[in-house]
């Protein structure tokens, strides 16, 4: 059984940085792709980045491009979600989550199964 285990979340002030990482042990195989989502109280969950494992290829929100990066330690099995310049409106419970069902990676949550259980993410401004 596949588990994904996100850390790195915390409270920074606006154009600070923070960086996630989430870890995944158990299943026998790589999922086609690991992506991050972020909810904010009161809104609907959104996709902000993912990556194809196998080539690394990236795919970016647009209310991130440019600011945030993510990437991946295939060794250690973690995806990590790199974040600077950030504003309040990044606030938010971030998660991270594996598809192993889709050919081409996008940022639809209906994607994508399991899920970790998200760290929080608070930006003052």
């Known amino acids: 059984q596949v588990q994904l285990v996100e850390s790195g979340g915390g409270s920074v002030q606006a154009g600070g940085s923070l960086r996630l990482a989430c870890v995944r042990s158990?299943?026998?195989?790589?999922?086609?792709?690991m992506a991050w989502f972020r909810q904010a109280p009161g809104k609907e969950r959104e996709g902000v980045a993912t990556?194809?494992?196998?080539?690394?290829?990236?795919i970016y929100a647009d209310s991130v491009k440019g600011r945030f990066t993510v990437s991946q330690d295939k060794a250690k099995n973690t995806v990590y979600l790199q974040m600077n310049s950030l504003k309040a409106e990044d606030t938010g419970m971030y998660y991270c989550?594996?598809?192993?069902?889709?050919?081409?990676?996008?940022?639809?949550?209906?994607?994508?199964?399991?899920w970790g259980q998200g760290t929080q993410v608070t930006v003052s401004s």
């Open positions: 989550a594996a598809s192993y069902s889709i050919l081409f990676c996008d940022l639809r949550s209906s994607h994508y199964s399991p």
């Open positions: 158990g299943g026998s195989s790589s999922p086609r792709c």
């Open positions: 990556v194809y494992t196998g080539n690394g290829i990236t």
